[in-house]
């Protein structure tokens, strides 16, 4: 009888567990479904289209300043960093210089997305991707301009003197002030901080650090453990220490990390110099008249490189997304604008340059079919770019290639640490940011060694739809975009001395600002 009592358990036991796997699965499942629902509304047609649709809004409003005020623009970012000491000395107070919060920026946005997402977009969509990829990076100026303006208005200092701005501040306060708005406001703001939060831990964290331990696992043979515990040590030391231990770290990898991929892939460029035509036309032929990568009638070839394009450029660049303003409105500026041409400069860097030399670099190599943007070979979006170099440099390019991923992963994880910190500011306030940035660091680890699942997708969601509150905050403050845009012109670029600046949207920083000293970045 006991023996009969025990089976029963066993066996009951047994279709329990089973039952709540199959449960478990199911939910899972259902999950997996849902999101899945989610993301294609959140990165799909619509959602680009509106993005689009603010990039011609803003580039309209303010006539064309990406282009019209060109040479102005690249004088004061990039062309200042060599001859204004302003841009680059560090401050002294809790704000960070002009060239560290683009370097901390674009170490958030210079990432796995330049050499893998590109290599993707081209396989998917073929060669016409890198197109619309282009023309959405022309568009994203702008959006970016008017994130880094609206984010500099709006700041505000929190109890440690430390600058706190972006999207959800803008929301709040700016949406917020109109009529009848300020419950919506304040919705959409904790919407945005929300969404920031959770996409930290996800593409701002475990992903990254997964590419960086596969590939030194793939080319060295270094196990994923190792890798885990060596940048879990490396991110605690750093993110530790505050946006300013952040900042003087991301100045230092990002311009070497940029410069030495810079190198591999013109190297690249001049030895398929002679391809130079046939990858142009390619691309241009495959933006408006070709076959995608899958085949199918040309209408559907024009769709995926378009989608695929601008879909790649948002993901690169994240121009819409809201995420790096929060790391510029720590810069030590007065000026709205200023930051603004830094965020134009961003985009300018991060597509136009890296992931256009990602694309030649792949197009021109022989690996893919011009016509289609096929694989001649079993290659993936993981590999194709490995692929490319090792073509030319042998296992040197492989290595090359790995280093690459990793510092550009890395960055990306230090500065996104930034960006959960500052939504967990938002949400929980100050004393809820040591939980945070002890979290984030422990999950390093995790991500180094798990496979793909489910929190990557939700992660990836969760990405996606910080742009559609922070979009609508652009769209209702696009007004005080043009009108902040213009009282600089006025001044700077026309000589008014009888226009009052626009500094803040605040009378007490208005003031402050108004009381500091100028700048040579400022003039």
Request: aromatic share 10%; proline share 2%; net charge positive.
């Amino acid at each position: 009888m006991k023996r009969k009592i025990t089976g029963l358990g066993i066996l009951l036991g047994s279709v329990l567990a089973a039952a709540s796997a199959s449960a478990e699965e199911g939910f899972l499942g259902a999950v997996a479904d849902v999101n899945k629902a989610v993301n294609g509304v959140v990165w799909g047609v619509p959602a680009l289209a509106l993005l689009a649709f603010v990039g011609v809004l803003m580039t309209v409003l303010t006539k064309v300043f990406q282009v019209t005020h060109l040479g102005h623009w690249f004088k004061k970012t990039i062309g200042a960093v060599f001859k204004d000491k302003q841009v680059t000395t560090h401050t002294k107070d809790k704000s960070i210089s002009q060239f560290q919060s683009l370097c901390t920026a674009l170490a958030a946005t210079v990432g796995t997305g330049n050499i893998v997402g590109v290599a993707g977009a081209i396989l998917a969509g073929g060669p016409g991707a890198v197109f619309w990829m282009w023309i959405m990076a022309f568009l994203g100026m702008m959006t970016n301009y008017s994130e880094n303006v609206l984010g500099i208005y709006y700041r505000r200092r929190n109890s440690k003197g430390e600058w706190s701005g972006g999207a959800m501040y803008y929301l709040r306060d700016g949406l917020g002030s109109r009529k009848n708005c300020k419950t919506l406001g304040k919705v959409l703001a904790g919407l945005f901080a929300f969404f920031c939060l959770v996409a930290s831990f996800g593409i701002g964290n475990m992903t990254q650090v997964n590419s960086i331990s596969g590939n030194l696992d793939a080319v060295f043979g270094i196990p994923t453990w190792v890798t885990g515990v060596v940048i879990m040590l490396l991110v605690g030391l750093v993110v530790v220490g505050g946006l300013k231990r952040i900042a003087s770290v991301t100045e230092k990898i990002v311009p070497f990390m940029v410069i030495l991929y810079m190198i591999g892939t013109i190297t690249i460029f001049f030895i398929n110099i002679s391809h130079v035509g046939a990858v142009f036309t390619s691309i241009f032929k495959g933006a408006f008249a070709m076959e995608s990568a899958a085949g199918g009638i040309v209408g559907y070839g024009i769709k995926k490189a378009v989608e695929l394009g601008m879909k790649r450029g948002v993901f690169s660049n994240e121009a819409g997304l809201g995420s790096s303003v929060m790391v510029h409105s720590n810069s030590n500026v007065k000026e709205p604008v200023k930051q603004g041409m830094w965020g134009i400069f961003e985009v300018f860097a991060d597509t136009i340059v890296v992931c256009t030399l990602t694309a030649f670099a792949i197009l021109s190599s022989g690996l893919i079919d011009l016509s289609t943007g096929k694989a001649i070979q079993e290659l993936d979006n993981a590999t194709l770019v490995s692929s490319v170099f090792d073509k030319q440099f042998g296992f040197v390019g492989s290595a090359f290639i790995a280093v690459s991923i990793a510092l550009f992963a890395f960055s990306t994880v230090l500065g996104w640490s930034h960006y959960g910190t500052k939504a967990c500011e938002y949400l929980l306030g100050e004393k809820r940011t040591i939980p945070y940035r002890i979290l984030f660091v422990l999950l390093v680890f995790g991500g180094a060694t798990m496979g793909n699942n489910l929190a990557w997708d939700l992660a990836d969601t969760f990405n996606g739809l910080m742009m559609i509150p922070n979009l609508i905050g652009v769209i209702v403050l696009s007004g005080e975009v043009a009108k902040i845009t213009k009282n600089y012109v006025l001044r700077h670029l026309r000589g008014r001395k009888d226009i009052e600046p626009l500094y803040s949207a605040f009378p007490d920083i208005q003031q402050e600002q108004e009381a500091a000293p100028d700048t040579g970045a400022d003039d």
